[in-house]
């Protein structure tokens, strides 16, 4: 039987979380442990109503409070001996957060089993401060069906052979590992992957089977939330939505990442397209609509520019951009390019608010605060906004 995953470091005291890590200073990302998740909330829900002019605003969707974390991005640390999976600190030494309360339990284990193997197959962790040294950043993702992507980030490929022969130990160590790699990333400087992706197992995709009933396939670049709960909401809220528009039937999913919202809007008697520049996550959304027989369609293109150099608008588009939003061309390109509906998921309410600000003829109808990313000042909110 396999080790249990370490104990979180999360836990909650006195009706507060508390973790020992960020107790001890030794993380503190969590910024905002110690104000009760109620205070939290209300916060978030100000801040975004402060910002955006919505005349109506649905419940807050809260979600968990630990162990909500898909995904683990850990930078590598210490020694063969001694690794560390973590953070680095102002010394650029290793801080073991292995038992980070934020993932869930079957992270936490995994987590602690790769960093056993890296240590038995003699894996150097990179040292920024004398550079030299290999493995810089381990990233795990898990899906809904506890299945795992492992990418290791390395600093070449001169253990890529060691790497491949103990492929098995790890196999069996984390039985629950569909798709591992090797991201190769060679430059000195704070970037967390390379351009490079060796692809170590049979399979190169991880199917996320989602409760709204749609599989999408994450490669290893592919984007998805961190927090499967709450992006499963913003994809039923983008459905409830757009369904009960009666006149709705063409619709553009811009970002479409892996095709979540495209693949979720799609269905009888509409026309989705959604655009991404990664050809890569093209791919992969055609491959989820086919298997999901959907009728729906992607291109590989820069969402600005397509959208620029299109013939006709559609009914509705769907924008979920980066944090800084979507733009000046873009948003002047929806203001007068006569679509009738937007929705606009964002991550960052300041960008969304100076886009909005670009599109006065679209006004917000309906929004929601969904809560992301618990413990910090970081949110999602969603605007429907019709012309």
Sequence with gaps: MADPAPAPSLAVVDGLPRCHHFDAFRCRSCMLLGTPRGQQLSHKEAHARSLVDSPVWLPTVAGADAGFRNKAKMAVGGTVDALTLGILDRDLHGVDLRDCGLHSDGLRAALDRIASWAADAGLTPYDVGARRGELKHVL?????DA???????????ALEARVRSRLPALLDAVPALRVVTINVQPEHKAVLEGEREVVLTAESALPMRLSTGVTLRLGPRSFFQTNTAIAEALYDQARAWVDDLPDVRTVWDLYC???GFALHLAGPGREVLGVEVSADAIDAATHSADELGLEARFVAADATSYAG??????DLVVVNPPRRGIGAELAGWLEESGVRHVVYSSCNAESLARDLALMPSLRPVAARVLDMFPHTTHYEVMVLLTR
């Design 257 to 259: 990442g892996v095709g």
């Design 140 to 144: 795990l993702t898990e899906s809904p």
């Design 309 to 314: 150099a299109a013939d006709a608008a559609p």
């Design 147 to 157: 299945e795992m992507l492992l990418r290791l980030v390395m600093r070449s490929t």
